[in-house]
C-alpha cells in the first residue's frame, strides 16, 4: 500500500543484502516511519513480542523470516536442533494468532529430509516469501469477496455513504499488504463507492487511533476515530451499516478470536441487527479446536499497557502515567467472539456462514 505516495510492504528482504530482513518498527506510528534490520531470530522474536510488527498475518512471515535468520546461523552439525530451538523462542512469544505457529511448522516442514544447510537456508528463504506473497495475495482475495458486501449495502443504500466500523488494526500493517478487514473497504473505495470508517481506538495499544487511522489516511479513505465505547451508542442511531473486523484465530465452529473488545462489538452489533463480519485467511484457521471460549489460549500482556499510554509530544514518543501509580491493571489482549454472533466469515476462498458445515464446504480438504 501507498505511504506518501510510494508503495510499501509491511516486510521485505534488503534488496542488497538477503541476510537483512527489514520491517516497519509500527511502535512509532503513526508519528515516525521507522524502519528496522532484523538480522538474528532472537532480534526477531524482540520485534514480535515488543510489537514492532503485530498483527496475525505479520507475525506469522515475521515468524517464517526469523526462521531463516536462524538457520542462516545455524551450526551444520546441529542444524535441525538449532532450527528447532529457534522455531519454539519464535512460538513462545504471542501465543493467540495462530499464524504463528503455522508458519514455524512450514518451515520445519521444509527442511525435513534436506541434508545439505546451505540448501535448508535456500528453502527457508523461498518457503519466507511464499508465505510473504500468500499473505498478500489471500488478502487481496478477501478484498474481493468482502467488496460484494459492501457493494449490496450501498446500492441498498441508494449510493448513500456506507458506515463501516472495525476494531484494531486488521489492515496491511497487520498483514504483508492490503490487511482483511480493509482490503474490502479499500476495494470498495477504489470503485467509488462512498463510505466512512468508524475506527475503534482500541485500547490499550490503540492500534486503531494509531494504525488504522494512519492507514486510511495514507490511502484517502474518509475515516472517524472513537473512544471503544462509543460503537453501541452509533448502532442505537442508524450510524453504522456494517461491522468487519479481523482474527487472530478461529476455531473449526466459527468461533473467533481477535483484538479484546471485539466480543462488545459482535453483542452490540447483534442487539441493533447490523451484519458481523470476521476478515481472515484460512492460515487463522485451528482445524484442531471446537470451543473458542474454551481452548483458544488468550495471551496477557503487562499491566503497564493499561497503566501509561504513548503519545507525540514537543517532537518526541512520551510515555505518561493514566493511572494511580500503584494501581493494578489487568490485560487480556484477546476475547472470543462466538459464532452465533457472527453473521459470516470473509476468507480468501469466499464468504461463509460460521459454522462447521460452512466452513467445511468452503475448505472440503479438512473433511474428515
Ligand atoms: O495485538 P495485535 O495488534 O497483534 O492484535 C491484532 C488484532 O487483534 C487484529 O485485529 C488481528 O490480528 C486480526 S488482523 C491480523
Partial sequence: MKVKGKDFRSIWVDENDDRIIKIIDQRHLPHEFV???????????RAIRDMHVRGAGLIGVTAAYGMYLAALSAPADDFDAALAAAGDILIETRP?????????QKQLETVRGVSSPPDKI???????????RQDAAFSQSIGTHGLKIIEKISEAKNGET???????????????????ATAPIYAAFSRGIKLHVWVDETRPWNQGSRLTAWELGEQGVPYSVIPDNLGGHLMQHGMVDLVIVGADRTTITG??????????????????????????????FD??????IGEIPIEERSADEVKYTRGWYR???IEVLVTPANARAVNYSFDVTPARLITGLITERGVCRADRESILDLFPERKP
Fill in 96 to 104: 493467540t494468532a495462530i499464524n504463528l505457529s503455522w508458519a514455524v
Fill in 287 to 292: 482445524w484442531n479446536r471446537e470451543d473458542g
Fill in 122 to 132: 535456500a528453502l527457508t528463504l523461498e518457503t519466507a516469501g511464499k508465505i510473504a
Fill in 162 to 180: 456506507v458506515n463501516i466500523l472495525t476494531h484494531c488494526n486488521a489492515g496491511w500493517l497487520a498483514f504483508v499488504d492490503y490487511g482483511t
Fill in 255 to 284: 468461533d473467533v478470536a481477535n483484538k479484546t473488545g471485539t466480543y462488545l462489538k459482535a453483542l452490540a452489533a447483534h442487539d441493533n441487527h447490523i451484519p458481523f463480519y470476521a476478515a481472515f485467511p484460512s492460515t487463522t
Fill in 35 to 45: 524502519i528496522e534490520e532484523l538480522t538474528s531470530v532472537r532480534e526477531a522474536a
Fill in 315 to 317: 517532537g518526541e514518543i
